[in-house]
């Protein structure tokens, strides 16, 4: 915060706070995901004041809640562009920041609540050798500030006794350093490392460099992961990278033996995070999770994935999960290839997406059904059995009776859409704790004459809670092997058009246009269609999924869409894509 700064300084401070350095990534992955500064939010000497009496866990809390808010200032809010070797990274400017441009705070925050905002920012935390690139970068290198160690080093007073020390020398270069400029030395990084595979009850801590490049602190993990004081700083680092130009994630080059020492100068990182559930008995330090199989007649299939430990605090989230055609329940859920595996295993990672999904959302526990039929494929089991209404809502009752209270996910990708239509068919409405429905490239099966807009339009009006998302290209341009495979009515793209319109009698939908995707949105976002154009004539069918599909599937419409990831984007996933 900015009290021992005059008036004239905090006006130059507030227009060069406009300023920003070069950037070498695209721009829309160069600034924070977040809103705007709410015109009410507490500066950084307020936000101070009002957190000082409260124990750790409501202080971040609080911390957390302001960044989500928006309550950051502006110059904080942009990414500046770190080069190793061949790899460019997007990295905060400066430490987490709360308040204004003119009055901030750098606040010290514990691992846990440092990795909460690097997952809603769409960011990871730094290693030691990504710190050590930052300090080598930074234009402007300030002398490490130590405090004598004591008991109350970790509490707020001196956590504002050492910003304003930090702050001194800060303002005295902004002439020539304006806001926004890279800078670094006056604090330690919580980091991430390997070691953290080994020790999860653990916070890393390195860095605090001199101005000729030494470090203070030295790799660390003698604290508890809990531990946090006022030489603790949190440096964001957009997920989203390249090498050598070419575009991949932190998570995907960390993990990957050959090109992890890039970006780690103690081997690959499988799991680039820290997390409450890492140790936790499951292998390799993932969240710990569990899979029972099932069998219905007729010639149904079923995988349960299943958190280790429910939070009987919260409410299960039921995911139905209807296989696309041709594929196994391990080849959905997917792995790390192998020599020798089929090709499908590193197609949908629904598993992989699953867990990220599971360390996003904090409201619920998240269960998923895999649902594969003998015939592997939906629209073969349906002619087959003709019936299927009836024997679809026998076997959703039997998973629902498993959750008591549970609410309910429809979703499924190509074919598997015709789980869901079989279900809406024997329905007079649909139930109101179906909470969200989703079409993953499958809405093949939509048919008015069948009233299936007249089952979704009442259930979208009965409840605010009620989701549709829509995910589909133009398929009907699409070619293989140099031939077109469906026709423009009765492809995904003519199905979703129709759909559109249907449910566009009801309500105005807003459409915005971006990269070539169309977006359309009705009920203030509780649905939407995501129609993505191609000129290109590629078939995009199994990259919906794969490029985060099933992510924004399960997030659209809410707080938390977009968060983290992009839909189309680089996998946000891969640090949680199985091994075996």
Known sequence: MMAAISHVERMRFRRLALLTTGLLLPAAAAELELPPRPGDARSGRELAAQVRALDVTAREAAVVAEVRRGNVPEFWRRFVAV?????????????????????????????????????????????????????????????????????????????????????????????????????????????????????????AIYGWHQPDGTPIQPLHLGHAASWVDYSHGVRLVRREMTVDDVATTVDAVLADPGRCALLSDEGAITIPRYGADRGSGAKDGRPAQKRAELRFEPAVRVVLDTPARLDPAKPVRLILYALPAGNTIEQTIGRRPRPGDDWHFDLQHIGAQLRWLRA???????????????????????????????????????????????????????????????????????????????????????????AHDAKLAQWLTASGAHRLCVLAYEDHLAL?????????????????????????????????????????????????????????????????????????????????????????????????????
């Open 83 to 203: 080069r190793i070797a061949g790899a460019a990274l997007l990295v905060s400017p400066d430490y987490l920041a709360v308040g204004a441009d003119d009055d901030y705070f750098l606040v010290p925050l514990t691992a846990g609540s440092a990795q909460v905002l690097a997952d809603d920012l769409g960011c990871v935390l730094p290693t030691r050798k990504m710190v050590d690139a930052i300090h080598r970068a930074a234009p402007l290198k300030l002398t490490p500030a130590p405090i004598s160690p004591s008991a109350a080093m970790t509490t707020v007073p001196v956590f504002e006794q050492h910003h304003a020390m930090v702050l001194a020398p800060r303002v005295a270069a902004l002439a020539a350093f304006p806001p926004g400029t890279l800078v670094a030395g006056h604090k330690k990084d919580v980091v991430i490392t390997p070691q953290l595979a080994a020790r999860p009850d653990r916070v």
């Open 360 to 450: 996003k959302v904090t409201d619920a526990n998240l269960v998923l059904a895999y649902l594969q039929p003998d015939e592997k494929s939906w629209v073969l089991w349906r002619r087959k059995h003709t019936d299927h209404p009836r024997r679809l809502s026998e076997i959703v009752a039997d998973l629902r009776a498993r959750f008591p209270g549970s609410k309910l996910v429809l979703t499924g990708h190509s074919a598997g859409g015709g789980l869901t239509f079989g279900l809406l068919d024997g329905l007079e409405e649909i139930p109101d704790d179906v909470e969200r429905i989703a079409f993953l490239d499958s809405n093949y099966a939509y048919d008015p004459a069948r």
């Open 480 to 580: 293989l092997d140099g031939k077109t495979f469906v026709s423009e009515q009765g492809g995904t793209w003519g199905r979703s058009r129709a759909m559109l319109r249907d449910l566009g009698t009801r309500w105005p939908f807003a459409r915005t246009d971006a990269d070539g995707l169309q977006r359309h949105t009705a009920l203030a976002g509780r649905v939407e269609f995501l129609l993505k154009e191609n000129p290109g004539r590629a078939v995009l069918h199994t990259r919906q999924v794969e490029l985060n599909g099933f992510i924004h599937a399960m997030l659209a419409g809410t707080e938390l869409a977009g968060q983290g990831y992009v839909y189309l984007g680089a996998r946000a996933y891969d640090a949680w894509i199985e091994t075996d």
